[in-house]
């Protein structure tokens, strides 16, 4: 792998990570309601769920499930009924009138452990990904040398690029925790964040390859 190369695996991971998707909401939702540490635990959630899928492509399970269409078929519904799911939960999530009562529909201080489970759930819930990381990666791959090296490399790099944007989205959702004080916002907020995720439910269920 070039220098080169390597810099234009830089540019193109940087504008598909930036992209907003449903990890990205996630990060930023919680952000906003409980602040960038409980976030972070939504972050580790979710980079788990990725690393694990971009290491099952590396294993060539991309391919097998190219091949098997109705097993990929079953994880994208499986994936879209979850994030249906989480939507309904955070547009039906209770709001205090007073603003010293209200609690964080997506991270009410459970546990960090449920966040980076929902962190995990959110970004393993679409096996796209699996695929995406077939056709992705081996572009940037010289087949004429060692590969494990240079696919660890590579993912370093995401993995890089994809946390930085999740501390941006962070920062993003922090600095509106100030205007959710107010119980009608809020509400709003939740209607708001919780039909995104209906949406990219529909998205995902519905989507043709």
Do not use: H
């Not at 993912?155 to 205007?179: H, P």
Request: hydrophobic share 60%.
């Amino acid at each position: 792998m070039t220098l080169s190369t390597l810099w234009l695996f830089v540019v193109m991971t940087f504008f598909v990570s930036a992209t907003p998707g449903p990890n990205m909401l996630l990060i930023m939702s919680i952000a906003a309601r409980s602040g960038l540490r409980v976030a972070v635990a939504g972050m580790a959630g979710c980079m788990t769920a990725l690393m694990l899928m971009m290491g099952i492509s590396a294993a060539g399970l991309g391919a097998l499930l190219q091949a098997f269409p109705t097993v990929f078929e079953a994880l994208r519904l499986m994936g879209a009924a979850y994030l249906a799911y989480l939507g309904v939960q955070v547009w039906r999530s209770p709001v205090s009138d007073s603003a010293a009562a209200q609690q964080a529909p997506l991270a009410t201080a459970v546990s960090t452990a449920a966040i980076y489970r929902q962190g995990f759930l959110v970004a393993a819930s679409n096996p796209k990904a699996i695929l995406f990381a077939a056709a992705f990666f081996p572009q940037f791959i010289n087949l004429d040398a060692a590969k494990l090296p240079q696919f660890a490399i590579l993912l370093t790099t995401f993995a890089v690029i994809e946390i930085s944007w999740y501390f941006i989205y962070a920062a993003s959702g922090k600095r509106l925790s100030a205007y959710l004080q107010r119980p009608t916002i809020l509400r709003a907020f939740n209607r708001a964040t919780g039909g995104v995720f209906v949406g990219f439910a529909a998205l995902m269920a519905f989507a043709k390859e």
